[in-house]
């Protein structure tokens, strides 16, 4: 599976961002998608994930309520609305095609090239 992000950028405290990510290959070997981020000096996190019908979605306690995954089954693509912006959400964003299976998300080896959010005070 090939995935190319778009969005990003620059916001201040209390703005709004939206990532999209289109995908494209063989999306028959996935069940889900997922945004992750990485901070300088942290380890990469999962931020949210989507099944692929849509229905099921899952948020990192640190960006419920503000940041809403959604996808567009016609473009194959998933988008992140990040809403509410802190400056800890600052990180390079990447879309992963992934499995979700008995409640966990597993991340497949297909990666975005990352996309960076730089959210000021």
């Known amino acids: 599976v090939q995935l190319v992000e778009s969005g990003g950028g620059l916001a201040q405290a209390g703005g709004r961002l939206r990532l999209s990510c289109a995908a494209s290959?063989?999306?028959?070997?996935?069940?889900?998608m997922g945004w992750y981020r990485q901070a300088p000096g942290k380890q990469r996190e999962l931020v949210a994930h989507?099944?692929?019908?849509?229905?099921?979605?899952n948020y990192a306690d640190a960006v419920k309520g503000r940041f809403t995954i959604s996808r567009d089954s016609l473009k194959n693509t998933i988008s992140l609305q990040m809403n509410n912006l802190e400056p800890e959400d600052t990180a390079v964003y990447y879309c992963?095609?992934?499995?979700?299976?008995?409640?966990?998300?597993?991340?497949?080896?297909?990666w975005g090239q990352g996309t960076q959010v730089t959210v000021s005070s």
């Open positions: 290959g063989n999306t028959f070997s996935i069940n889900a």
């Open positions: 989507i099944s692929i019908n849509g229905i099921s979605r």
């Open positions: 992963n095609a992934g499995i979700f299976s008995a409640g966990y998300y597993y991340p497949t080896d297909s």
